[in-house]
């Protein structure tokens, strides 16, 4: 192969690896928003499925603080807790907490507590649990993570908060107790966390 071949060849493999890099580049551009936006979207119903859109006027999306407390809210990651207001008085508060001991690993959570530390509602956001049992944890999948509504640090008391195996009042699943165990201990430190930082965590924001 001749100078000018290998120079031709060089110069054509060049224009290649640019177009396909600027063709990759426009197609993120053009699906970033798109996607942040089903993210937002779904983030939003998560939200309102824990507490009714009625309920606060701010747009929780925006109104949001990151805390730190890998002993109680199970990550040395920042957890986010969006705050729900309604005419800027604290309505409830809706933290990301990790289960870090589930059996195949951490369980992330989205856990709703009203301002007076009753539970308005739990769901599961990632898990790797096996599936038709531990899977169990999921709205989809049985209605056992419903069981937390209303609950809140005296109901049940505190050394209750357990599952029935250890002697507490949640349910576990036939063949699978380290799941529901890992999530009634990860909700039970969520609501002792809120319980001493309610004030600090309504501080400031309120963006509506």
């Given at each position: 192969?001749?100078?000018?071949?290998?120079?031709?060849?060089?110069?054509?493999?060049?224009?290649?690896?640019?177009?396909?890099?600027?063709?990759?580049?426009?197609?993120?551009?053009?699906?970033?928003?798109?996607?942040?936006?089903?993210?937002?979207?779904?983030?939003?119903?998560?939200?309102?499925?824990?507490?009714?859109?009625?309920?606060?006027?701010?747009?929780?999306?925006?109104?949001?603080?990151?805390?730190?407390?890998?002993?109680?809210?199970?990550?040395?990651?920042?957890?986010?807790?969006?705050?729900?207001?309604?005419?800027?008085?604290?309505?409830?508060?809706?933290?990301?907490?990790?289960?870090?001991?589930?059996?195949?690993?951490?369980?992330?959570?989205?856990?709703?507590?009203?301002?007076d530390g009753t539970i308005a509602g739990v769901r599961v956001l990632s898990e790797h649990e096996t599936?038709?049992?531990?899977?169990?944890?999921?709205?989809?999948?049985?209605?056992?993570?419903?069981?937390?509504?209303?609950?809140?640090?005296?109901?049940?008391?505190?050394?209750?908060?357990?599952?029935?195996?250890?002697?507490?009042?949640?349910?576990?699943?036939?063949?699978?107790?380290?799941?529901?165990?890992?999530?009634?201990?990860?909700?039970?430190?969520?609501?002792?966390?809120?319980?001493?930082?309610?004030?600090?965590?309504?501080?400031?924001?309120?963006?509506?």
């Amino acid at each position: 192969m001749s100078y000018r071949q290998v120079l031709v060849t060089s110069l054509l493999l060049l224009l290649f690896a640019v177009a396909g890099t600027a063709l990759v580049a426009l197609t993120y551009d053009q699906t970033r928003g798109r996607i942040a936006a089903n993210e937002r979207a779904a983030l939003l119903h998560n939200l309102q499925l824990l507490v009714p859109r009625s309920a606060y006027d701010n747009d929780p999306l925006q109104d949001t603080v990151q805390v730190r407390d890998p002993a109680m809210l199970g990550t040395g990651d920042p957890v986010t807790v969006y705050r729900l207001r309604k005419g800027g008085k604290p309505v409830a508060a809706v933290l990301t907490p990790v289960a870090p001991d589930g059996y195949g690993g951490p369980i992330r959570l989205l856990v709703g507590i009203y301002y007076d530390g009753t539970i308005a509602g739990v769901r599961v956001l990632s898990e790797h649990e096996t599936p038709g049992l531990g899977d169990a944890i999921k709205a989809d999948r049985s209605n056992w993570i419903f069981g937390f509504n209303g609950k809140s640090i005296g109901n049940p008391p505190l050394d209750k908060w357990k599952v029935k195996k250890d002697g507490g009042v949640f349910d576990q699943f036939t063949g699978a107790t380290i799941t529901p165990r890992a999530v009634v201990k990860a909700i039970r430190k969520t609501l002792i966390y809120f319980s001493r930082h309610r004030a600090s965590l309504f501080k400031g924001g309120g963006a509506g």
